[in-house]
């Protein structure tokens, strides 16, 4: 499976800032411990990336990183979660749009970032890319 946000991160390397590659046993381990079943596209992003900031405006969370403020992907749903998003959505990505997986579905959402109302709906990690937020870029950015 190719990941278009790979290919994008590929050819204009200077628009993302990635964490760096993590170890597969440990993620998995790690996701095994929460109880959270990820589909197979994220868990390869993750393990390729780590996580990280890309378009100047854009995080995905980081499952073992502290290299930016409030990107680490436990503490910023722990703090959610308080605030009332549902518990079977899992908070991936935030910037122009705020994304959660529906660990129930594995379905991405982008959702709103106050009532934790689902505004759109993508069946895949490229989907989510290629319909919802890369559109929101491509022009600023040439891809």
């Not at 628009?15 to 596209?41: C, M, Y």
């Not at 390869?44 to 680490?72: I, M, N, Q, Y």
Request: proline share 4%.
């Amino acid at each position: 499976m190719t990941l278009a946000i790979l290919q994008d991160a590929s050819s204009h390397p200077e628009l993302f800032s990635w964490v760096g590659p993590l170890n597969h046993a440990q993620l998995v381990e790690f996701l095994h411990l929460k109880r959270w079943q990820i589909p197979i596209d994220l868990l390869d992003l993750w393990l390729r990336t780590g996580g990280g900031d890309f378009f100047e405006s854009e995080t995905f969370f980081a499952p073992f990183s502290d290299v930016w403020a409030d990107d680490k992907l436990e503490s910023v749903n722990a703090s959610l979660w308080c605030k009332g998003m549902p518990k079977q959505y899992l908070a991936i990505h935030d910037g122009i749009k705020f994304t959660t997986l529906d660990l129930s579905n594995a379905r991405y959402y982008f959702v709103d970032e106050h009532t934790f109302a689902v505004t759109d709906t993508f069946d895949s990690l490229n989907s989510w890319y290629l319909r919802g937020l890369r559109p929101l870029f491509q022009e600023k950015y040439s891809l």
